[in-house]
Protein backbone atom coordinates (compact mmCIF):
# COMPACT_ATOMS: atom_id res chain seq x y z
CA UNK A 1 0.00 0.00 0.00
CA UNK A 2 1.33 3.29 -1.22
CA UNK A 3 1.52 5.62 2.09
CA UNK A 4 3.64 8.66 3.48
CA UNK A 5 3.62 9.01 6.79
CA UNK A 6 4.13 12.01 8.95
CA UNK A 7 4.08 12.43 12.52
CA UNK A 8 0.22 13.61 13.45
CA UNK A 9 1.70 16.60 15.67
CA UNK A 10 4.56 18.65 16.55
CA UNK A 11 4.90 21.49 19.06
CA UNK A 12 7.13 24.54 19.72
CA UNK A 13 7.96 27.37 21.30
CA UNK A 14 7.82 31.12 19.15
CA UNK A 15 11.92 31.51 17.82
CA UNK A 16 12.71 27.80 18.21
CA UNK A 17 13.14 25.47 15.32
CA UNK A 18 10.85 22.73 14.52
CA UNK A 19 11.21 19.66 12.06
CA UNK A 20 8.34 17.56 10.15
CA UNK A 21 9.24 14.26 8.92
CA UNK A 22 7.38 12.24 5.99
CA UNK A 23 8.93 8.89 5.10
CA UNK A 24 7.82 6.89 2.01
CA UNK A 25 8.86 3.78 0.71
CA UNK A 26 10.50 2.28 -3.12
CA UNK A 27 7.50 3.32 -4.95
CA UNK A 28 7.45 7.18 -4.20
CA UNK A 29 10.06 8.81 -2.19
CA UNK A 30 12.45 6.13 -2.61
CA UNK A 31 11.73 5.45 -6.43
CA UNK A 32 13.64 9.31 -6.75
CA UNK A 33 10.28 11.36 -7.46
CA UNK A 34 10.55 14.55 -5.69
CA UNK A 35 8.92 15.55 -2.88
CA UNK A 36 6.24 18.97 -2.22
CA UNK A 37 4.62 20.48 1.39
CA UNK A 38 1.94 22.15 2.00
CA UNK A 39 0.64 24.54 4.69
CA UNK A 40 -2.52 24.36 5.44
CA UNK A 41 -4.59 27.08 7.80
CA UNK A 42 -7.84 25.58 9.38
CA UNK A 43 -10.98 26.65 7.01
CA UNK A 44 -8.69 27.90 3.75
CA UNK A 45 -7.21 25.07 1.06
CA UNK A 46 -3.85 24.31 1.31
CA UNK A 47 -1.02 26.17 -0.22
CA UNK A 48 2.14 25.55 -2.02
CA UNK A 49 5.20 25.72 0.72
CA UNK A 50 8.08 23.81 -0.56
CA UNK A 51 8.34 22.19 -4.36
CA UNK A 52 10.80 19.53 -5.73
CA UNK A 53 12.14 18.75 -2.34
CA UNK A 54 14.00 21.88 -1.16
CA UNK A 55 12.46 25.23 -3.17
CA UNK A 56 10.00 27.91 -2.20
CA UNK A 57 7.75 29.64 -4.30
CA UNK A 58 8.02 32.63 -4.12
CA UNK A 59 6.36 34.33 -0.91
CA UNK A 60 7.63 32.23 1.21
CA UNK A 61 10.16 33.21 3.84
CA UNK A 62 13.86 31.66 4.67
CA UNK A 63 12.54 30.17 7.76
CA UNK A 64 11.34 27.22 5.65
CA UNK A 65 13.62 24.71 4.44
CA UNK A 66 13.19 21.35 2.94
CA UNK A 67 15.58 18.00 2.51
CA UNK A 68 15.11 15.12 0.82
CA UNK A 69 17.23 11.37 1.36
CA UNK A 70 16.13 7.78 0.83
CA UNK A 71 12.85 7.15 1.43
CA UNK A 72 12.56 10.12 3.77
CA UNK A 73 11.99 13.90 3.15
CA UNK A 74 11.82 16.54 5.86
CA UNK A 75 10.21 20.67 6.62
CA UNK A 76 12.23 22.25 9.04
CA UNK A 77 10.60 25.54 10.32
CA UNK A 78 13.44 28.16 12.14
CA UNK A 79 12.26 31.09 14.41
CA UNK A 80 9.12 29.72 14.72
CA UNK A 81 5.83 32.31 14.23
CA UNK A 82 2.75 32.12 15.70
CA UNK A 83 1.50 32.61 12.36
CA UNK A 84 3.26 29.22 11.48
CA UNK A 85 0.88 27.22 13.22
CA UNK A 86 -0.99 25.05 10.73
CA UNK A 87 -1.46 21.70 9.49
CA UNK A 88 1.75 20.05 6.92
CA UNK A 89 1.35 18.10 4.23
CA UNK A 90 4.16 16.19 1.84
CA UNK A 91 2.62 15.18 -1.52
CA UNK A 92 5.25 13.18 -4.20
CA UNK A 93 4.24 11.12 -7.05
CA UNK A 94 3.69 7.12 -6.41
CA UNK A 95 3.82 4.46 -8.86
CA UNK A 96 0.63 2.96 -8.09
CA UNK A 97 -1.31 6.46 -6.43
CA UNK A 98 -0.32 9.29 -8.81
CA UNK A 99 -1.07 11.86 -6.21
CA UNK A 100 -0.25 10.45 -2.61
CA UNK A 101 -0.28 12.59 0.02
CA UNK A 102 1.02 12.39 3.59
CA UNK A 103 -1.49 12.18 6.83
CA UNK A 104 -0.82 15.49 7.30
CA UNK A 105 0.95 17.12 10.85
CA UNK A 106 -0.59 19.71 12.93
CA UNK A 107 1.57 22.25 14.08
CA UNK A 108 1.33 23.95 17.50
CA UNK A 109 3.27 27.13 18.32
CA UNK A 110 3.28 26.76 22.11
CA UNK B 1 -2.12 34.54 -11.41
CA UNK B 2 -4.46 31.80 -12.29
CA UNK B 3 -7.33 31.76 -10.19
CA UNK B 4 -9.34 28.71 -9.56
CA UNK B 5 -13.59 28.25 -8.51
CA UNK B 6 -15.60 25.67 -7.83
CA UNK B 7 -18.99 25.61 -8.45
CA UNK B 8 -21.97 23.19 -7.89
CA UNK B 9 -24.44 21.54 -5.66
CA UNK B 10 -23.65 21.68 -1.88
CA UNK B 11 -25.93 18.94 -1.29
CA UNK B 12 -26.46 15.47 -3.28
CA UNK B 13 -28.54 12.63 -2.13
CA UNK B 14 -27.11 9.19 -1.38
CA UNK B 15 -27.06 7.00 -4.49
CA UNK B 16 -26.81 9.87 -6.65
CA UNK B 17 -24.10 11.87 -8.38
CA UNK B 18 -22.20 14.25 -7.17
CA UNK B 19 -21.19 16.91 -9.95
CA UNK B 20 -18.73 19.76 -9.19
CA UNK B 21 -16.76 22.37 -11.86
CA UNK B 22 -14.06 24.18 -11.87
CA UNK B 23 -13.96 27.84 -13.82
CA UNK B 24 -9.80 28.92 -14.59
CA UNK B 25 -9.26 32.14 -15.00
CA UNK B 26 -6.12 34.19 -15.52
CA UNK B 27 -4.68 31.75 -17.47
CA UNK B 28 -5.27 29.20 -20.30
CA UNK B 29 -6.48 25.84 -19.44
CA UNK B 30 -4.55 23.66 -22.22
CA UNK B 31 -0.80 22.19 -20.79
CA UNK B 32 -1.44 20.83 -17.05
CA UNK B 33 -3.05 18.46 -15.11
CA UNK B 34 -6.38 20.10 -13.45
CA UNK B 35 -7.03 17.99 -10.14
CA UNK B 36 -9.44 17.24 -7.68
CA UNK B 37 -8.56 16.96 -4.52
CA UNK B 38 -11.07 16.24 -1.45
CA UNK B 39 -11.14 16.63 2.55
CA UNK B 40 -13.27 14.63 4.65
CA UNK B 41 -14.10 17.12 7.73
CA UNK B 42 -11.49 17.09 10.46
CA UNK B 43 -9.54 14.40 7.90
CA UNK B 44 -6.44 14.81 5.66
CA UNK B 45 -6.29 15.30 1.73
CA UNK B 46 -7.57 12.50 -0.89
CA UNK B 47 -5.98 12.83 -4.44
CA UNK B 48 -9.59 11.97 -6.66
CA UNK B 49 -7.72 12.67 -9.92
CA UNK B 50 -6.95 14.43 -13.11
CA UNK B 51 -7.31 14.84 -16.87
CA UNK B 52 -4.71 16.57 -19.05
CA UNK B 53 -6.01 18.81 -20.96
CA UNK B 54 -5.65 17.30 -24.00
CA UNK B 55 -8.36 14.48 -22.35
CA UNK B 56 -5.95 11.65 -20.57
CA UNK B 57 -7.24 10.75 -17.43
CA UNK B 58 -5.70 9.21 -13.69
CA UNK B 59 -7.66 8.34 -11.08
CA UNK B 60 -7.77 6.98 -7.40
CA UNK B 61 -8.04 3.40 -8.19
CA UNK B 62 -10.05 3.66 -5.05
CA UNK B 63 -12.39 5.80 -6.47
CA UNK B 64 -12.01 5.02 -10.14
CA UNK B 65 -15.16 3.09 -11.13
CA UNK B 66 -17.52 5.80 -9.66
CA UNK B 67 -15.07 9.17 -11.15
CA UNK B 68 -14.81 11.23 -14.11
CA UNK B 69 -13.05 13.92 -15.01
CA UNK B 70 -13.39 15.97 -17.68
CA UNK B 71 -11.84 19.16 -19.12
CA UNK B 72 -13.81 21.87 -21.57
CA UNK B 73 -11.29 24.06 -22.99
CA UNK B 74 -13.89 26.20 -25.35
CA UNK B 75 -14.89 26.70 -21.24
CA UNK B 76 -11.84 26.91 -19.62
CA UNK B 77 -13.29 24.93 -16.89
CA UNK B 78 -12.80 21.50 -15.90
CA UNK B 79 -15.66 18.95 -13.93
CA UNK B 80 -15.75 16.33 -11.54
CA UNK B 81 -18.76 13.64 -11.32
CA UNK B 82 -18.75 11.05 -8.57
CA UNK B 83 -21.38 8.55 -8.84
CA UNK B 84 -23.41 6.23 -6.37
CA UNK B 85 -22.57 8.63 -2.87
CA UNK B 86 -23.02 7.62 0.38
CA UNK B 87 -21.93 9.44 3.37
CA UNK B 88 -18.25 9.10 3.65
CA UNK B 89 -18.37 11.08 0.26
CA UNK B 90 -19.02 14.21 2.35
CA UNK B 91 -15.65 16.38 2.33
CA UNK B 92 -14.49 19.51 0.98
CA UNK B 93 -14.12 19.18 -2.55
CA UNK B 94 -10.78 21.04 -4.11
CA UNK B 95 -9.62 21.71 -7.50
CA UNK B 96 -6.41 22.15 -8.43
CA UNK B 97 -3.85 22.37 -10.85
CA UNK B 98 -0.85 20.46 -11.30
CA UNK B 99 1.95 21.09 -13.42
CA UNK B 100 3.09 17.84 -14.05
CA UNK B 101 2.03 14.29 -14.36
CA UNK B 102 4.71 13.91 -10.88
CA UNK B 103 4.38 17.60 -9.79
CA UNK B 104 3.38 19.78 -7.32
CA UNK B 105 0.09 21.44 -7.37
CA UNK B 106 0.75 25.26 -7.62
CA UNK B 107 -2.81 26.36 -7.63
CA UNK B 108 -5.66 25.74 -5.61
CA UNK B 109 -9.45 27.27 -5.71
CA UNK B 110 -10.84 27.63 -2.12
CA UNK B 111 -12.85 24.43 -1.90
CA UNK B 112 -16.68 23.86 -1.66
CA UNK B 113 -18.13 21.71 1.08
CA UNK B 114 -20.34 18.85 -0.32
CA UNK B 115 -22.67 16.90 1.87
CA UNK B 116 -24.38 13.85 1.56
CA UNK B 117 -27.51 13.51 2.67
CA UNK B 118 -31.59 12.39 2.76
Known amino acids: QSVLTQPPSVSGAPGQRVTISCTGSSSNIGAGYDVHWYQQVPGTAPKLLMY???NRPSGVPDRFSGSKSGTSASLTITGLQAEDEATYYC??????????FGGGTKLTVL | QVQLQESGPRLVKPSETLSLTCTVSGGSITSYFWTWIRQPPGKGLEWIGYDYYSGSTNYNPSLKSRVTISVDTSKNQFSLKLSSVTAADTAVYYC????????????WGHGTLVTVTS
Open chain 2, 96 to 107: ARRVSWSGYYDS
Open chain 1, 91 to 100: QAYDSYLSGL
Open chain 1, 52 to 54: NNA
